[in-house]
């Protein structure tokens, strides 16, 4: 069974969020007695929970209206109070301490002081870094504490209506578990497969069910080669091969997708090979059968497919129907998107032939150079984007400057540094964009700090953006350009040796100097030749 699912304390995430912000959180119930003291203080904590500071928080709370209140404990310290959480059982009320310099020189202070047997000079130090600016201040975090409450009261009323929604489908709290669970997991559309496998296991974990799998149909919509794939969880009695060719045979069976059924031994040749009843749920994608959910072999004390069973792996197979064709639009948007923003890349590339796939094989050379560094695959799928895009820029500098076969002068090389600064400026706005930005602005910046557009130097320089002036820098050293032929590949390797540390970062250098170049060469080719033939 599953384990039962808590929503956060919205009391400790409000906490915390104080704590962010260097603020010591009470507890006061409806009568003003703390039930709850500042936590997680460590030295300051003998100070905090003095007598003598727990009484007049006491008695100031006690004067406070509904509503938030910033009350004078003593000049310069004001105790914020803010009104209980309409939503709880209890009526505690949060509180905070804001005080200033003027508050640490003051009686109040020292008597706390004594009352919690601390010293006041290791208490003024120690409180130091808290210190505020006044009164206006206090009435500003006021404001900010009671927004962070009513956001936590959001989200608990958010919580609350999945757990209303998951208990109109089940029956038991198991059932509302599996499914809170399940709809945790929707949001990532980019690994279809894990979640199948996910909510499989968690449907096998909460039933009796020995096995538990889905099999899917030819639908082409699926994609991410999940077409008729069989997914299990637990261990079905008998050959996958014969039980994977049953369950296809099955989803080809005319109406099968009108309704759930329990297939018996006796009638039916699957439920036979696994030697049990063997429930079997359609699993519709946008109106279309995209596979069947199966369940077999059932333990426990009742060995029949109850009504309960039924409900649940009902449900799951809706929720897995609804993230199967969620994640296809999702795969269809992103298979889009990078055709777009491959297409502009292009664009760019073809304002000058000799440039002709010059940012696919930075994105090459760049992915490879980030697997080699500890990247993740889905971080290098990243860098592979901001290699894509990062001459975007270029699409604002004149033809004439970037076709010119001679040298450039000044102005013509000032239009060619502006080229970051443009691509930035055009891609900024694209929130899915945002994390590949850097690599856009910063792949002509040094490591020397002799650079551009920021003359950034050294770790300064974002990571990315290292990343793609190695790549960036090597490639263009490689390829045909107007003013020259592609350098020989022994002297170019010399030459970013020689850079390392200076222009480049010396760490990427070394790890790019070990990459495997024969798919970079077949790339060099295979542009070239459609250079020529576009000439």
């Not at 505020?132 to 989200?155: C, F, I, P």
């Not at 509302?176 to 199948?196: K, Q, T």
């Not at 799928?381 to 895009?389: D, K, N």
């Not at 033809?399 to 600064?421: C, Q, S």
Request: aromatic residues 6%; hydrophobic residues 40%; proline residues 4%.
């Amino acid at each position: 069974m599953i384990a039962r699912t808590n929503h956060a304390d919205p009391r400790q995430l409000l906490e915390e969020r104080a704590r962010s912000l260097m603020l010591p959180i009470w507890w006061i119930d409806g009568a003003g007695s703390v039930v709850s003291k500042a936590a997680g203080w460590n030295a300051l904590e003998p100070w905090l929970h003095a007598p003598a500071l727990t009484e007049s928080m006491m008695a100031a709370a006690a004067s406070c209206g509904d509503e938030s209140e910033v009350c004078e404990l003593s000049p310069g310290c004001w105790l914020v109070v803010l009104p209980a959480n309409q939503n709880r059982s209890d009526d505690h009320r949060c509180v905070t301490l804001v005080f200033t310099e003027e508050f640490l020189r003051s009686p109040l202070f020292a008597s706390i002081c004594r009352s919690g047997g601390a010293s006041e000079v290791i208490m003024r130090a120690a409180l130091g870094p808290i210190v505020r600016s006044g009164r206006t201040e206090a009435e500003h975090l006021a404001k900010v504490l009671a927004w962070m409450q009513r956001d936590l009261v959001e989200v608990v009323h958010g919580a609350h209506a999945i757990e209303n929604f998951s208990k109109q489908l089940v029956d038991t709290y198991e059932q509302m578990s599996l499914l809170y669970r399940i709809a945790e997991c929707m949001n990532g559309l980019e690994d279809p497969r894990g979640f199948v496998h996910m909510a499989c296991d968690l449907l096998q974990d909460t039933l009796e069910f020995r096995w538990i799998g889905i099999r899917f149909t030819s639908l082409r919509t699926l994609g991410r080669g999940m077409t008729n794939e069989l997914i299990l969880s637990g261990e079905i009695p008998c050959s996958h091969t014969r039980f994977d060719r049953l369950a296809g045979e099955l989803a080809l069976m005319p109406g099968i997708d009108d309704r759930p059924i329990i297939l018996e031994p006796h009638a039916h040749e699957l439920a036979a090979l696994v030697n049990s009843e063997t429930f079997v749920n359609p699993l519709i994608c946008n109106n279309n059968l995209a596979g069947l959910l199966l369940a077999g072999n059932k333990g426990g004390e009742d060995p029949d497919i109850s009504s309960v069973d039924m409900q649940l792996v009902s449900a799951t197979a809706d929720y897995v129907g609804a993230f199967v064709h969620n994640s296809s639009l999702y795969s269809e948007q992103r298979t889009m998107f990078l055709g777009i923003v491959r297409a502009l890349s292009a664009s760019i590339d073809a304002k000058d032939r000799y440039t002709r796939g010059h940012s696919e094989r930075v994105a090459h050379l760049a992915t490879e150079l980030a697997l080699a560094t500890g990247f993740t695959e889905e971080q290098a799928e990243r860098v592979r984007l901001a290699g894509i895009l990062h001459d975007m820029g270029k699409i604002g500098v004149p033809e004439a400057v970037l076709l010119k076969p001679g040298k450039l002068t000044d102005e013509e090389f000032d239009a060619i540094k502006r080229h970051p600064t443009i691509g930035y400026n055009i891609l900024k706005d694209i929130e899915p964009l945002e994390d590949v930005l850097p690599g856009v602005l910063y792949h002509h910046e040094r490591w020397d700090g002799r650079g551009y557009p920021h003359g950034l130097r050294g770790a300064n320089i974002p990571l990315l953006g290292r990343i793609l002036a190695v790549a960036d820098a090597f490639d263009a050293m490689s390829s045909d350009r107007a003013y020259r032929p592609r350098i020989a590949r022994e002297k170019v390797l010399m030459e970013m040796r020689s850079g390392a540390g200076t222009q480049w970062d010396a760490e990427l250098v070394k790890a790019f100097l070990k990459l495997d170049f024969s798919k970079y060469d077949s790339m060099i080719d295979r542009h070239a030749a459609q250079s020529a033939h576009a000439a």
